[in-house]
C-alpha cells in the first residue's frame, strides 16, 4: 500500500501550556471566534473539554485537537500551578515541537508555560525561544516582538542589567539585525528593510562621552550586518546607533520598519506601551514559523473566565499570515 501524500497545507499547530494557568481558556476562546482556521491543539482533551463547558461554550471538535495525555487531569487545578500541570505542559510542547520540525503542522502557536514550573518538570531551558532554536539545532535565533505599529527585536534576552554592558557583542548585534531584516523581507513582505539600531547609552552615547560602547561593539555590529545582508542580497537599509530615548517613537511614527533592542526591558517597555493586548513574540531564525501571546500564565485569573484572549488571537492571525508567505 502507498504512502499518504503529505498535507499540502498543514494546520497550525498549538500548544496548549500551562493547563493550570489561562492557556486552556484562551486558546478555547480563539477557536471559537475562529471557527474555519485549520489549527490542531497539542494537550489533553479533558482539560479542553472543562474549559469550553466551563465558559458555556461548545466542546472543541476532536479534529482540532491531537491528544496528548500526560497524567491525571484530576491533579490539575486552574490558577494552582504543579508538577501534573508542569509535566502537561512540557509534553504538549514536545509533541507540537515534534510536529512542527516534521512539517506535519505549518507553524506553532505557543500557549504561555511556566517557566518556574515546567523547570521541574526537567525543562533545561530559560524558556520556549531557547528550547525550539536547540530542537532545530541552529544558533542564529532572536526575539521579535510584533505590534500593528511597532516591531523590536532583541539583540540580548534574559539578563541582567548590570551583565548587559559585559556581554554584549558585535556579533549579537549583528545577529538580531540580520535576522530581522531577512524577516520583514521574507515574512512581513516588507519590500526593503529599515532597520534601526538603538544605542546602549544615553544619546547613543554621545560619541563616547557617555560610554563607548556604541563605539567598540554597536558600530562594529551593523556594519557586521551590512556585509552579510550584501552578500545575501537581502534589501535593507541598516541605521544606527541610535539614541534610545527617540528611535522607538520615531519606528512607531513609520520611520523604520523595526528596531533591534540591546536589552530586554529597553525593547519591551515601548512594546508593551503601545501595544499590550496586541504584541505577538515571533521567534526568528527557525525553519518554521512560531508565534505566541505576549503574556504569562496569569495564575490570579485562570478558571475565572476573565482572560483576555486578544494576544493569542493577534498571534494566531500572524501565525496564519506569516505561513502564507512562505
Not at 180 to 187: F, M, S
Not at 244 to 261: E, L, N, T
Amino acid at each position: 500500500m502507498s504512502a499518504l501524500p503529505a498535507d499540502p497545507h498543514p494546520p497550525i499547530g498549538i500548544s496548549l501550556g500551562d493547563p493550570a494557568g489561562i492557556g486552556p481558556e484562551i486558546v478555547v476562546r480563539a477557536l471559537r471566534a475562529r471557527p474555519t482556521t485549520r489549527v490542531r491543539v497539542y494537550g489533553d482533551p479533558r482539560v479542553l473539554a472543562a474549559t469550553a463547558a466551563r465558559l458555556g461554550f461548545p466542546a472543541v471538535a476532536s479534529d482540532r485537537i491531537r491528544p496528548v495525555m500526560s497524567g491525571g487531569v484530576d491533579d490539575i487545578t486552574a490558577g494552582r500551578p504543579n508538577l501534573a500541570a508542569a509535566r502537561a505542559q512540557l509534553a504538549s510542547l514536545e509533541a507540537a515541537t515534534d510536529d512542527a520540525l516534521a512539517g506535519r503542522i505549518s507553524a506553532l502557536c505557543t500557549a504561555p508555560i511556566s517557566k518556574e514550573w515546567i523547570a521541574r518538570a526537567g525543562f533545561a531551558f530559560p524558556g520556549h525561544t531557547e528550547y525550539l532554536a536547540h530542537r532545530a539545532n541552529t544558533t542564529e535565533f532572536a526575539m521579535m516582538l510584533a505590534g500593528p505599529r511597532l516591531r523590536v527585536v532583541l539583540a540580548t534576552t534574559h539578563l541582567s542589567l548590570a551583565d548587559v554592558p559585559r556581554r554584549l557583542t558585535a556579533a549579537d548585534i549583528a545577529r538580531a539585525a540580520l535576522l530581522a531584516a531577512r524577516a520583514l523581507v521574507r515574512d512581513f513582505g516588507v519590500g526593503r528593510a529599515r532597520v534601526a539600531v538603538s544605542g546602549l547609552n544615553p544619546h547613543a552615547g554621545e560619541a563616547g562621552r557617555f560610554g563607548d560602547e556604541e563605539l567598540r561593539i554597536v558600530a562594529p555590529g551593523i556594519q557586521d550586518a551590512r556585509i552579510r545582508l550584501g552578500r545575501e542580497r537581502v534589501p535593507a537599509d541598516l541605521s544606527g546607533p541610535h539614541p534610545p530615548d527617540a528611535v522607538f517613537r520615531q519606528a512607531a511614527d513609520g520611520k523604520f520598519d523595526a528596531v533591534v533592542a540591546l536589552y530586554h526591558d529597553q525593547g519591551l517597555i515601548p512594546v508593551k506601551l503601545l501595544h499590550f493586548d496586541e504584541a505577538v513574540n515571533v521567534t526568528l531564525g527557525l525553519p518554521f514559523v512560531r508565534t505566541s501571546p505576549d503574556h504569562g500564565t496569569a495564575y490570579g485569573i485562570a478558571g475565572m473566565g476573565r482572560a483576555n484572549p486578544s494576544s493569542f488571537l493577534a498571534a494566531l492571525d500572524l501565525a496564519e499570515r506569516l505561513t502564507a508567505r512562505r
